[in-house]
């Protein structure tokens, strides 16, 4: 096993080409790192901060997965999380990912009515919190919405918790999530693939909340994109500063741990912008990925702490801090850039796109944009009426692609058709996913984002919907100011014309040549239907025209009461002339709307034929035209002017000319609807004569039967040769016998057989016995002449002079480099330096030289141990030295094998200022045989 240092990943020294097979988060952590740091948790008021490996994590992983799949959680189970930043939670999301569940991590900070919500719409079976000690449960906020919400919902509830001897434990309480054991399917359980959903995460901004599944390949290539296009390297620290219930979150956590990193967390589990220095120091943080308001906020402490003098920043340096969730003006970049001393890279990564699209890089970057495409992402702009492709530098709806998008939101299947839009452009189509902004990408290739697409969206319909409105009111009160204007120039033109009348004494011929005239001019505006009318009406009028020119002329009261009446009569038709334009607007707008539903409920094409025949009945059409014609004609007949009258029935011709044109599309409609119903009628009776065909047929064969039977039951004269049958029966035992005797010989010939199977097995037996008495060659020894060169790995060498059955040569390298930081990490060591040495036996080995710190107790026992614990087997030292040297951590490798300043060390116990211990007096009763070098 080789394990590499820097700018390689993989097991055996591959590189980073190799890890895009990462695929599934089950291959987290990776064995790769198995001694390097993973995780730095700082306790919560009580305990002291804790340090794991890569290799300690695996094994938590795997304990609480088998106890979760020992418990009954199979595959596709939606594992609900509720807890802030924390160890145990990070162990229950990578021990979820192992068993193949779901994991559902959700916002502690979110209310229970909230909470119940959330677990309902994540489809959850399962929630898992911290454990509380009983005498501050009533006081924990957070178990009680737990409970509540557990209880209200029917869900299995767990939780989590981490003591010093086994680490991170689930706690059941005694219920299963099954009956039985998950593994009771078989080796197919374990099998994880790619495309299977990995994490359910919940959109709380949206109403109703929305979920979006998340597969293994989503996340996989998301992180590998992220630790590509930021160049992340084992060794790296970073600080976990977004909640694991966010996609920003869940993405740092995972490229920590595939790029071989240290992921640091906090105690509460939120983000300290006030402490992040000193943490930065402690743990050597490389880079940090947060929110732009904590990134602002840290911007502002930051200059605070300098102002003091307490800023530990001058010991750290970043080498970048990623911005995400918003973009920062250019001048205040600057300005953080100063002040972090690191580059501040803008970077957009939506949540359906779990968390990775767009990032600006040390090398590019533009104020204001979020940077260029990452590595295997894609982004593409839209038009958002046409959903067409859009030029550079014009704004649409912004869509993502790739293998890190999802492919839609859980359980919303019409309204992810909203969401996905598929561009051909280039050459294949290509599924995109509306994230739900606006914005554009220049000419460079750099996104400028200016806002949520689905607000601006309802803004501009609103804007639309409200200029329609104005428009539709302007045209209303143009209407009535039209209508009013007619009614007032009729009713003047009357008044004038009756008092014209009372002072001239008009004769009755003139009386009746000018009603003849009004007659005839109504006469050219009135349809032909309505002529009987008119000539009724122009009698009528020429009588009472007649009629006035009897009565009294020379009294004045009289003239003065005709005066008013006929004020009142031309007002009175004023108001019959608008409340008919009216009326026949309404008529207009009502069949109109009728039309557009009788469209939305055609989907049954039976029930809209029954309803468009019964809406458009001859009878009753008709009877509607004459009201609606008759209504008009009154209007025109009580005395209205030419403009006014000409006015309404032009409008009224518009109305019948679009009321014919609904009539004939309905009718359309209605062939339409009338051909698919003798379709699906022919279609039914094919189907029903094939039905009939086939029950005649069984009918038949039934009927058959019995004919048959009857048949069968009747006698018969039969003529048999019984000569033939006598010769057949004679044979058939010839036959017989001939067969009983070659049975006979079989069996004896397969008795000999086995006596002589087992003769020949008692023979082999004889023979391997003689051959293992016989003692193998002892090969002799390689004579192996070689120099150790200075370099960070040695091999492990075991040598023949020829091939032989018995042995085999093995060559292990093993990294120095690996080892030496595995025994750093021991409380008594100060210093250590590895370094190989040629043995007799075993070629080259590995060899330790330690110092003490003071004061420390310190034994060769309990460095072994510590190795065995940390290392693979090949990987332990074989032995020990205590070290007087000044300077271990830079003394020669090769050098040192032969370095007299190392000490022998006391197998069992020893001081950190180690001394010879005088040898035991006793002398052995036989002869030993010579120390090797190796000892």
């Known amino acids: 096993m080789s394990i590499s240092r820097m700018n390689t990943l993989g097991p055996r020294g591959k590189s980073w080409e190799d890890q895009r097979r990462f695929v599934t988060l089950r291959e987290l952590p990776k064995s790769a790192f198995f001694s390097k740091t993973a995780v730095a948790a700082m306790p919560n008021g009580r305990g002291r901060t804790v340090i794991y490996s890569h290799g300690e994590v695996y094994k938590m992983v795997e304990t609480v997965a088998s106890a979760m799949r020992e418990s009954g959680v199979r595959p596709g189970t939606v594992c609900a999380t509720l807890a802030p930043n924390s160890f145990e939670m990070v162990v229950y999301f990578l021990a979820v990912q192992w068993i193949g569940a779901v994991a559902a991590p959700i916002d502690p900070t979110l209310s229970k009515d909230e909470i119940v919500m959330a677990l309902r719409a994540a489809k959850s079976s399962i929630v898992a919190s911290p454990l509380i000690d009983e005498d501050e449960r009533d ?79 989503n996340l996989a290539e998301a992180a590998k994109s992220f630790a590509e296009t930021y160049d992340l390297v084992p060794g790296q620290a970073t600080v976990l500063s977004s909640s694991l219930s966010t996609i920003q979150g869940v993405l740092t956590l995972i490229s920590a741990f595939l790029s071989g990193g240290l992921v640091v967390l906090s105690g509460d589990g939120a983000f300290d912008v006030t402490d992040f220095w000193n943490v930065a120091a402690l743990y050597e943080v490389s880079w940090l990925s947060a929110d732009v308001d904590d990134v602002v906020a840290l911007h502002t402490e930051t200059a605070a702490q ?88 014009a704004v649409g709806d912004v869509g993502v692609a790739g293998d890190n998008v999802a492919v839609g939101f859980l359980d919303s299947g019409e309204a992810n058709a909203s969401y996905l839009v598929k561009d051909a452009s280039g050459g294949e189509p290509t599924t995109y996913f ?53 009614g007032e120039a009729y009713a003047s033109s009357s008044m004038a014309r009756q008092l014209t009348e009372s002072e001239g004494g008009s004769t009755s011929a003139s009386g009746e040549e000018s009603t003849s005239e009004e007659a005839s001019d109504s006469s050219d505006v009135v349809d032909d239907e309505s002529d009987e009318e008119e000539e009724e009406g122009e009698e009528e009028d020429g009588q009472t025209s007649g009629d006035e020119a009897d009565k009294d002329a020379g009294t004045a009261e009289a003239s003065d009461d005709d005066s008013h009446a006929k004020e009142a009569a031309a007002a009175a038709a004023a108001a019959a002339a608008a409340a008919t334009a009216a009326a026949v607007a309404h008529n207009h707008r009502g069949i109109t ?21 019964r809406r458009w009945d001859t009878a009753s059409r008709d009877a509607e035209e004459t009201a609606s014609r008759a209504a008009p004609v009154a209007a025109v007949r009580s005395g209205l002017d030419k403009t006014a009258s000409d006015a309404i029935l032009a409008r009224m011709a518009e109305i019948e000319a679009g009321q014919k044109r609904l009539e004939q599309e309905l009718a359309a409609r209605h062939d339409q609807e009338l051909a698919e119903l003798e379709a699906r009628l022919e279609a039914a009776e094919v189907d029903a004569a094939a039905a009939a065909e086939e029950q005649r047929r069984a009918v038949e064969q039934a009927r058959s039967l019995p004919a048959t039977n009857t048949m069968l039951m009747t006698p018969q004269l039969l003529s048999i040769n019984m000569d033939g049958i006598d010769a057949a029966v004679t044979a ?34 004889s023979s391997q016995q003689a051959i293992r ?63 190989g040495k040629s043995d007799s036996r075993y070629g080259y080995d590995v060899y330790c030289a330690i110092v003490a710190k003071k004061g420390a107790r310190l034994s060769e026992a309990w460095l072994k141990l510590h190795a065995q614990s940390m290392l693979p087997a090949t990987m332990v030292p074989r032995k020990f030295f205590a070290c007087s040297l000044p300077s271990l951590g830079a003394a020669d490798r090769v050098s040192l094998a032969t370095e007299r300043a190392l000490q022998e060390m006391n197998p069992t116990a020893g001081l950190s200022q180690v001394k010879q211990i005088k040898a035991p007096q006793w002398k052995p009763s036989t002869a030993t045989r010579p120390a090797t070098a190796a000892q």
């Open 139 to 217: 006081e924990d906020d957070l178990w009680n919405k737990v409970e509540a919400a557990a209880k209200e919902l029917n869900l299995i509830s767990w939780h989590l918790y981490r003591t010093i001897n086994t680490g991170v434990q689930i706690e059941m309480h005694g219920v299963r999530a099954n009956e039985s054991a998950a593994w009771n399917g078989g080796s197919a359980d374990y099998k994880v693939d790619p495309d299977e959903v990995a994490v359910h995460l919940l959109a709380v901004n949206t109403a109703p909340l929305a979920v979006l599944p998340l597969t293994h390949r």
């Open 732 to 765: 058939a035992a010839a036959s017989a016998e001939e067969s009983a005797a070659s049975t006979a010989e079989a069996f004896k010939a397969a008795e000999a057989a086995k006596k002589a199977a087992e003769a020949s097995e008692r023979a082999s037996q």
């Open 306 to 393: 300098i102002e003091n003098g307490s800023n530990k920043h001058n010991d750290v340096q970043l080498a970048f801090v990623r911005c995400t969730g918003g973009v920062l003006a250019p001048e205040l970049v600057t300005a953080m850039t100063e002040t972090l001393r690191t580059p501040v890279l803008c970077s957009y990564g939506p949540a359906e796109a779990s968390g990775m699209t767009t990032t600006n890089l040390v090398t590019s970057r533009r104020g204001q944009s979020f940077g260029k495409t990452a590595k295997n992402c894609a982004i593409a702009i839209f038009d958002p009426d046409t959903r067409l492709p859009v030029e550079a530098d």
């Open 593 to 613: 709307s009728d039309v557009e539903d009788t469209a939305v409920r055609g989907d049954d094409a039976e029930e809209g034929s029954r309803g468009l025949t």
């Open 773 to 835: 008495a016989i003692p193998p060659p002892m090969p002799p020894p390689a004579v192996i002449v070689e120099e150790v060169p200075e370099t960070t790995t040695v091999s492990r060498d075991v040598s023949v002079a020829a091939f032989d059955a018995q042995s085999v040569t093995k060559v292990i390298k093993v990294s120095l480099d690996e080892v030496e930081a595995v025994m750093r990490q021991h409380p008594a060591v100060a210093a250590v330096r590895a370094f």
């Open 434 to 486: 509306l994230t739900g902004d606006r914005g554009h990408v220049d000419a460079d290739g750099f996104l400028f984002v200016s806002g949520d697409s689905r607000e601006m969206r309802a803004a501009e319909l609103v804007a639309i919907q409200a200029e329609q409105a104005r428009k539709e009111e302007a045209e209303r009160i143009a209407l009535e100011e039209e209508v009013r204007r007619s």
